[in-house]
C-alpha cells in the first residue's frame, strides 16, 4: 500500500511538474509573444506614418512616405522579415488571445505582398495618391498642442512634390472610375492647405517668419495636387483597365479581407439560395397583408410587385425629420432593457453609448454610425452619431424617412447600437488587443450586427408581420450586396442588370441602387463582408445548438463568442469547437 502510495504520489508530483513547466513555459512563450507584437506594430508604423495618425499614434506625423519602388520593396521586406519571425511560435502554445493575434497578423503580412505583387493598385488606381486626408487629420486632431501639430504639417509637406512626381511615375492604364475619383477627391481635399491651414494659423503662437514659410510651402502643395488632378484628366489612357477585377484576383482578395471559412464562389451560391428564400418567406406575408394594406384591390400576378406594393404602404409609417434623433434616444434604454430581459445576453452598463447629433467633420452621410475610440484613445467616448434631416427638401427627406420607417429604424438600432456594433465593441475591450483593434475583422464586426438582427427578431422583439416582412426587406439588402460585388468583378454583371437587382428584387429607392453600383466599381470585397460574417455566425450557432441539445444556452454561446475580440469568425468557431 505504502509503496503505491509513494509511486502515486511521486506521479503525481511528476504530473504536476511537469505541468507547471509546460505552463510556466507557455507564459514564457506568450509572454515574448507579446513583446512580439509590440515591437511589430512599432515596426508597422514606422514605414506606415499616414496609418498611424489615423488611430491615433503622431509619433511620425512629420514624415511623409515618397511610394516609389524603394517604398514598396521596404514593405515586402518588412513583411517577410515578419512572417520570419512568427515561424519562432508554435501557434498550439499560445493563448487563445495571442492565437488569434497570430493568425491575423500573419494574413495582414501575406495581403502587404498581394498587394504589391499582385493587386498593384498602385498602378491602376490613381485615388490612391492622396496626401489631403494625413494632413486634414494633423489639422483637426486635438491630441497634441496647436503649434507642434501645424510644424509636424510644415515639415510633412516638404514631400508633396516628389510624392505627386512619382505618384504619376507609377500610374499605368488606370480604371476610368478611379482616375475620375482621384480627380475629385485630390482637388476637393486640397483646401485643408487652403482656408483650413489660414484659419489654424491664424489661431496659433507661430512667428510670423514660421506662418509665412508654413503658407508658402502649402501654395507649393497645392500647385502639385492640382498639377496631378490637371495631369490625370490629360492622361492619354487608351487601353484603360477594367474596374471588374476578375476571378483569380477577386478569390485571393477575399479570402485576404474575409478570411472565411468559405470561398467567394460558396458564399455566392448561399447568397442567391438565401434570396430566394427572403422571396418565398416575403410573399407568404405579403400576400397574408394585402387586404389589410390595399383592401379590394386587385392583387399583382408578379409576386415582387406585390410584395413591392405592401412594402410601400407599410413604410408610411415613419417619424418626421425633427423627431429623427429623439426617436432613435428614445429606443436605446428600450432595447437594452429587452436583451436584459430575455437574457439574450449581459451588457456592461459602465460605458453607456452617447448619442449625438452627427458632428459637421462627418457629415454627408445620413443615417446613423458607431464612432469608437481608437487603440491609443481608449477612455474616450462612444458615440452613437445621428445625421440631422434639416436643410433637407421635404422630397428627399420623405424618402429617406420612409426607407428608415418605423420598422426599419428600429432594426437599424439593433445593427449599429444593441446588441449589434456597440455591444460587440463593449465586449471586444474587454479583450484588449491592439492587433485586433487595428486589423479587425470586417466580416466578423458587421456580421455580428446583421446577426444581431435576425436573432432580436426570433426572440420575439415587437413581433409582427410588417416587422419581419421589413426586416427580410432589410436582409436582403446585405444578401444582394455579396451578390452584385461577386458577379460585378467576376461575372460581368452590367449596370442595367445591377440595377434591376437591386431596384426589383430588393426593392431599393433608384438613388440607393445607383449609389451601391457605383461602390461597387469603385471597391473589391468589402461589399461581402456583411453577408458572409453573418452566414457564419449563424451557421456556427446552429451546429453548436445541434451538438449541444438540451445543453445549449444563447446567453452563453453570444457571451463567449464576443469574447474572443473582433477576429475573424473562422478562427472563433475553431477555438470554439475545440473548448467543447
Ligand atoms: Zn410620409
Ligand atoms: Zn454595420
Known amino acids: 500500500m505504502k509503496k503505491i502510495g509513494l509511486s502515486f504520489f511521486a506521479?503525481?508530483?511528476?504530473?504536476?511538474?511537469?505541468?507547471?513547466?509546460?505552463?510556466?513555459?507557455?507564459?514564457?512563450?506568450?509572454?515574448?509573444?507579446?513583446?512580439?507584437?509590440?515591437?511589430?506594430?512599432?515596426?508597422?508604423?514606422?514605414?506606415?506614418?499616414?496609418w498611424a495618425s489615423e488611430v491615433g499614434f503622431h509619433k511620425y506625423d512629420s514624415i511623409l512616405i515618397i511610394p516609389d519602388a524603394k517604398a514598396n520593396q521596404q514593405k515586402i521586406d518588412f513583411a517577410n522579415s515578419q512572417l520570419d519571425s512568427l515561424k519562432s511560435y508554435t501557434i498550439?502554445?499560445?493563448?487563445?488571445?495571442?492565437?488569434t493575434d497570430y493568425y491575423m497578423i500573419k494574413n495582414q503580412l501575406k495581403g502587404i505582398i498581394f498587394n504589391i505583387k499582385e493587386l498593384k493598385l498602385f498602378q491602376w488606381n490613381p485615388s490612391e495618391y492622396n496626401v489631403c486626408g494625413s494632413f486634414?487629420?494633423?489639422?483637426?486632431?486635438?491630441?497634441?498642442s496647436l503649434e507642434t501639430r501645424l510644424r509636424a504639417f510644415n515639415t510633412k509637406m516638404n514631400g508633396i512634390p516628389a510624392y505627386y512626381e512619382v505618384a504619376k511615375k507609377n500610374i499605368q492604364n488606370p480604371t476610368l472610375e478611379h482616375t475620375e475619383?482621384?480627380?475629385?477627391?485630390?482637388?476637393?481635399?486640397s483646401s485643408v492647405f487652403q482656408d483650413d491651414l489660414k484659419n489654424a494659423l491664424q489661431k496659433s503662437k507661430l512667428s510670423d517668419a514660421e506662418k509665412k514659410q508654413?503658407?508658402?510651402?502649402?501654395?507649393?502643395?497645392?500647385?502639385?495636387?492640382?498639377?496631378?488632378?490637371?495631369?490625370l484628366k490629360k492622361l492619354p489612357n487608351k487601353t484603360p483597365r477594367s474596374f471588374r477585377l476578375g476571378s483569380a484576383l477577386y478569390a485571393k482578395k477575399f479570402d485576404l479581407n474575409i478570411q472565411s471559412g468559405y470561398t467567394a464562389d460558396e458564399i455566392y451560391q448561399i447568397a442567391i439560395n438565401h434570396k430566394k428564400d427572403l422571396h418565398e418567406k416575403m410573399f407568404v406575408l405579403a400576400d397574408k397583408l394585402w387586404e389589410k394594406y390595399k383592401g379590394k384591390a386587385v392583387k399583382p400576378a408578379d409576386k415582387l410587385e406585390l410584395i413591392k406594393q405592401v412594402i410601400d404602404e407599410i413604410s408610411l409609417k415613419h417619424t418626421t425629420p425633427e423627431k429623427f434623433q429623439s426617436e432613435i434616444e428614445k429606443q436605446i434604454p428600450e432595447l437594452t432593457a429587452y436583451v436584459k430581459a430575455k437574457d439574450l445576453l449581459y451588457i456592461d452598463p459602465s460605458k453607456p453609448l452617447v448619442v449625438r447629433k452627427e458632428p459637421a467633420y462627418m457629415a454627408g452621410v445620413a443615417g446613423a454610425s458607431i464612432s469608437a475610440p481608437g487603440p491609443y484613445d481608449k477612455n474616450a467616448n462612444t458615440y452613437y452619431n445621428v445625421g440631422s434631416l434639416s436643410g433637407w427638401t421635404k422630397e428627399n427627406a420623405e424618402s429617406f424617412l420612409r426607407e428608415y420607417n418605423d420598422y426599419i429604424l428600429q432594426i437599424l438600432n439593433i445593427h449599429e447600437a444593441i446588441p449589434g456594433h456597440y455591444t460587440q465593441l463593449v465586449y471586444s475591450n474587454q479583450s484588449p488587443s491592439i492587433i485586433?483593434?487595428?486589423?479587425?475583422?470586417g466580416a466578423m464586426v458587421e456580421g455580428w450586427a446583421v446577426y444581431a438582427e435576425k436573432m432580436m427578431l426570433e426572440s420575439g422583439y415587437k413581433n409582427s408581420d410588417e416587422m419581419w416582412l421589413m426586416y427580410y426587406k432589410w436582409n436582403l439588402r446585405t444578401t444582394c450586396n455579396t451578390i452584385l460585388d461577386i458577379s460585378v468583378h467576376t461575372k460581368e454583371m452590367s449596370k442595367e442588370d445591377a440595377i434591376k437587382l437591386l431596384t426589383k428584387e430588393a426593392f431599393q429607392q433608384q438613388a440607393e441602387a445607383d449609389g451601391k453600383w457605383k461602390r461597387a466599381t469603385l471597391s473589391q470585397v468589402q461589399l461581402c463582408s456583411y453577408f458572409t460574417g453573418y452566414t457564419e455566425i449563424y451557421n456556427l450557432r446552429e451546429e453548436l445548438k445541434k451538438k449541444e441539445g438540451d445543453k445549449f444556452n444563447l446567453k452563453k454561446f453570444h457571451?463567449?463568442?464576443?469574447?474572443?475580440?473582433?477576429?475573424?469568425?473562422?478562427?472563433?468557431?475553431e477555438l470554439m469547437l475545440t473548448e467543447e
Open 436 to 441: 485586433k483593434s487595428i486589423f479587425g475583422n
Open 92 to 99: 498550439d502554445q499560445l493563448s487563445n488571445n495571442n492565437k
Open 181 to 189: 475619383l482621384a480627380i475629385a477627391q485630390n482637388l476637393g481635399g
Open 136 to 144: 486634414a487629420e494633423i489639422l483637426n486632431g486635438n491630441y497634441d
Open 11 to 50: 506521479v503525481l508530483l511528476l504530473i504536476s511538474c511537469a505541468k507547471n513547466a509546460k505552463s510556466t513555459q507557455d507564459g514564457d512563450l506568450n509572454k515574448k509573444f507579446d513583446n512580439y507584437k509590440n515591437n511589430f506594430i512599432s515596426a508597422l508604423w514606422k514605414i506606415n506614418p499616414n
Open 559 to 573: 457571451e463567449k463568442f464576443l469574447s474572443f475580440g473582433s477576429a475573424p469568425v473562422k478562427y472563433i468557431k
Open 214 to 231: 508654413i503658407l508658402e510651402k502649402a501654395t507649393v502643395s497645392v500647385k502639385a495636387i492640382t498639377d496631378y488632378a490637371e495631369w
